[in-house]
């Protein structure tokens, strides 16, 4: 009986990775935006919303985790405007360093 107990539980949290994937690069960006290269930073989270958008398409709703929130045309739709806003306005801003 332990056995399918320890099955269901890496089940689950294998059901979490995308989004742990994902707030791991917000993590870095976070840590990036916090030693003053904001635009570093700002590329990061577009990047990281559109590493969420990817997955989200790709993988089912049961193992998109949290990164399922509406359905999937929708979130992937969000995720990708969200993405392409964010870094818009991390390649165009001018003042501060990219590198």
């Known amino acids: 009986m332990a056995v399918a107990g320890q ?10 990775l995308p989004f742990l994937l994902v707030m791991l690069v917000v993590a870095v ?5 916090g030693q003053y290269h904001w635009r ?9 919303l559109l590493l969420a958008g ?4 790709v993988l089912s709703d049961a ?5 399922a929130i509406r359905g999937k045309p929708v979130d992937v739709l969000t ?4 993405s392409v806003l964010i870094l818009f ?4 801003i001018t003042g501060g360093p990219l590198s």
Request: net charge positive.
């Open 89 to 92: 306005i991390a390649f165009t």
């Open 7 to 16: 099955r269901r539980d890496r089940g689950a949290l294998l059901h979490h």
């Open 79 to 82: 995720y990708g405007a969200l």
């Open 63 to 67: 193992k998109a985790g949290l990164l």
């Open 54 to 57: 990817l997955l989200r398409a």
């Open 29 to 33: 960006a976070a840590l990036r935006i």
């Open 40 to 48: 570093q930073g700002a590329v990061l989270i577009g990047g990281a």
